[in-house]
C-alpha cells in the first residue's frame, strides 16, 4: 500500500523529527557533508522502466542471483529521491546515493543540503521547506553525514547534473516498510552488522541505508532507535 502524500504526513514527520534527542557525532578527524533526504509525491507505474544503464553500472560487482540492479516499480503516492551516482566520479561512483556532498566553509548543513539538491538534481527549495533532522553518520571513508529531511511540496522538476548523477529516482516510502527490510548481514572485517535495504531490484548499503531505514524508523514509526552503529560494506570504505 502507498502513503499518502499530504499535510498529515508532513505534519507528523516534523513533529517526530522535532521531539527526537538528535545524536550528533564530532570528529575533528572527519570531513562533514550533508544529505538532502527529499520528500516528494510519486505515481504508480510510472517507472516500470529503468533510465539508467544498468548492465554498464553494475559490471564488475557481485550481484545476488535474485537481483539484477534496476530500480523499477518503486514510485507510488510520498516518495524520497534518490541518485544513482554517475561511474566516472573520483569517489563512491556508481553507488546509490541521497543528494548532497561537502560543506563548505561557514555552511550550516541545511545550506549545504539544499545547495548540493540544486547542483546535482537541479531542484531549489527554500529552509522553510526542511521538516528536521535525523543522526548524524560517520563513514569509513572519512566523513560524518548530517541528513536533512526536506518537505518537496509535489513532484518537483527533476533535472540530474549528467556529470554527477545518472537518473534521479522517486522511490515511495512504503518501500521501505516491505517484509524482508531491513536485513542485516555479518562480515569478517568488522564486529558490527551491515545493514541492507531492500529497493526495486538491489540493495541500499549504509550510509544512505542508513539514513533512510532510520526514516522508516524515526519518521513512519516513531522509533528513535540508533543507526550510527551499523556498518557499511567494505566497497564503501574507501
Not at 507528523?12 to 562533514?32: A, P, Q
Not at 545547495?115 to 521538516?131: A, K, N, Q
Not at 541492507?196 to 531490484?201: A, D
Request: hydrophobic share 40%.
Amino acid at each position: 500500500m502507498t502513503i499518502s502524500y499530504d499535510d498529515e504526513l508532513r505534519d507528523r514527520i516534523r513533529e517526530r523529527l522535532g521531539g527526537h534527542d538528535r545524536r550528533t557525532v564530532t570528529d575533528h578527524t572527519k570531513r562533514h557533508a550533508a544529505v538532502a533526504v527529499v520528500l516528494v509525491d510519486s505515481l504508480v507505474g510510472e517507472d516500470r522502466v529503468d533510465p539508467a544503464p544498468v548492465d554498464d553500472w553494475i559490471a564488475g560487482r557481485p550481484m545476488p542471483e535474485d537481483l539484477d540492479g534496476r530500480m523499477v516499480d518503486v514510485s507510488g503516492g510520498a516518495a524520497f529521491l534518490l541518485c544513482r551516482r554517475a561511474s566516472r566520479l573520483s569517489s563512491h561512483a556508481a553507488q546509490w546515493a541521497l543528494p548532497g556532498g561537502r560543506l563548505d566553509p561557514g555552511e550550516t548543513v541545511v545550506e549545504a543540503a539544499l545547495r548540493e539538491l540544486d547542483e546535482e538534481v537541479g531542484v531549489r527549495l527554500p529552509e522553510s521547506s526542511v521538516l528536521g533532522l535525523l543522526d548524524d553518520y560517520p563513514t569509513r571513508s572519512g566523513y560524518v553525514i548530517s541528513p536533512v529531511v526536506v518537505w518537496g511540496a509535489g513532484r518537483l522538476d527533476l533535472r540530474p547534473a549528467p556529470d554527477e548523477v545518472v537518473a534521479v529516482y522517486r522511490v515511495g516510502l512504503h518501500q521501505l516498510l516491505r517484509e524482508d527490510s531491513p536485513r542485516f548481514i555479518d562480515i569478517p572485517e568488522s564486529p558490527r552488522p551491515v545493514v541492507q535495504i531492500p529497493l526495486g531490484n538491489d540493495l541500499i548499503h549504509a550510509p544512505t541505508g542508513a539514513v533512510l531505514l532510520q526514516l522508516r524508523w524515526l519518521g513512519l514509526e516513531g522509533r528513535s532507535d540508533p543507526v550510527d552503529g551499523l556498518e557499511q560494506p567494505v566497497f564503501a570504505w574507501k
